[in-house]
């Protein structure tokens, strides 16, 4: 699948058949993630891949009961947790050095971004998780000091088809030299 006809057809699934994801598979998706860009090249992101089911349960239990991709987490064959190191992004010598702070929340998404557009052009789908209690699944993964739980994905061969949402014009989005020109 083309890159562009990933971007436009990916959506986000929450129902999943019981079919595993071989290692190969996988193997291409997370080397996906790897290849994404991050702040000077530190690459913050690491990654948890969790086939367990009493770990996906408990991982499940980390969303809020009413989180539609609750059922997901706990049902995939495959769930990626995507990780942060602390501190690396964002800064030099040990500093930040942009007034946004640590960048690993920019890094690990450009990763994960890479990861689900490589699941969805492989057949696979996924959906982004950031409604947690991140703390309570590092530690159920046992996430070491130093490192944040960001988000997750479960992966695995979709069990339902969905309709794309609406976008935006570009016109309502895109500025040209200056906001509002």
């Not at 530190?42 to 609750?70: H, M, Y």
């Amino acid at each position: 699948m083309e890159i562009l006809e990933a971007i436009r057809t990916r959506r986000s699934i929450r129902k999943y058949k019981s079919d595993p994801v071989d290692e190969k598979t996988l193997a291409t998706v997370l080397e996906a993630a790897r290849q994404a860009p991050s702040w000077a090249n530190t690459q913050c992101w690491r990654f948890v891949v969790v086939r367990n089911a009493e770990i996906k349960g408990k991982l499940s239990d980390t969303l809020s009961e009413t989180n539609p991709a609750r059922d997901a987490v706990c049902n995939a064959p495959i769930v990626i947790v995507a990780c942060a190191e602390m501190g690396r992004a964002g800064y030099k010598s040990g500093e930040v050095t942009t007034d946004k702070g640590d960048w690993f929340m920019f890094d690990v998404a450009l990763a994960m971004q890479n990861l689900v557009l490589a699941a969805h052009s492989l057949g696979l789908g996924t959906v982004y998780v950031g409604l947690f209690d991140a703390k309570k699944a590092a530690s159920i993964l046992s996430v070491p000091q130093g490192y944040c739980a960001v988000a997750m994905t479960p992966l695995g061969y979709p069990d339902e088809t969905r309709e794309p949402r609406p976008r935006k014009e570009l016109d309502e989005i895109v500025h040209y030299d200056k906001w509002g020109a």
